[in-house]
């Protein structure tokens, strides 16, 4: 299985801008999607960004334009360099990836512990 850490999160006046990295320790199957989320006070967990198996990449119609995720596989690393932030931006931010699992024999989802972006304004 695999463990995920964050980093990167912290606070910043609106319009600037954060890099998250998502360090992946452990084997992540490279057939599955990636992924980043966030969850704002008070809301629902909402998808920010996935990162295809092939490497393409979408992104929800809130940040598309802002913001950009990849995937260094040498260092097995997710990024989101998140550009021109907005107070609407403030959440804790996850990265997801599947691995496999002996315990089920198949790759299932895991997800890091977050980090907190704060957006003033």
């Known amino acids: 299985q695999v463990q995920l850490v964050e980093s990167g999160g912290g606070s910043v006046q609106a319009g600037g801008s954060l890099k998250l990295s998502c360090a992946a320790s452990g084997y992540i199957c490279s057939s599955r999607e990636m992924g980043w989320y966030r969850r704002a006070p008070g809301k629902e967990r909402e998808l920010v960004s996935i990162i295809s198996s092939d490497g393409t990449t979408s992104y929800s119609d809130s940040v598309k334009g802002r913001i950009t995720a990849s995937h260094d596989k040498a260092k097995n690393t997710l990024y989101l360099q998140m550009n021109s932030l907005q107070t609407e931006d403030t959440a804790v931010y996850y990265c997801?990836?599947?691995?496999?699992?002996?315990?089920?024999?198949?790759?299932?989802?895991?997800w890091g512990q977050g980090t907190q972006v704060t957006v003033s304004s």
């Open positions: 997801t990836a599947d691995s496999w699992t002996a315990r089920v024999r198949r790759c299932i989802t895991y």
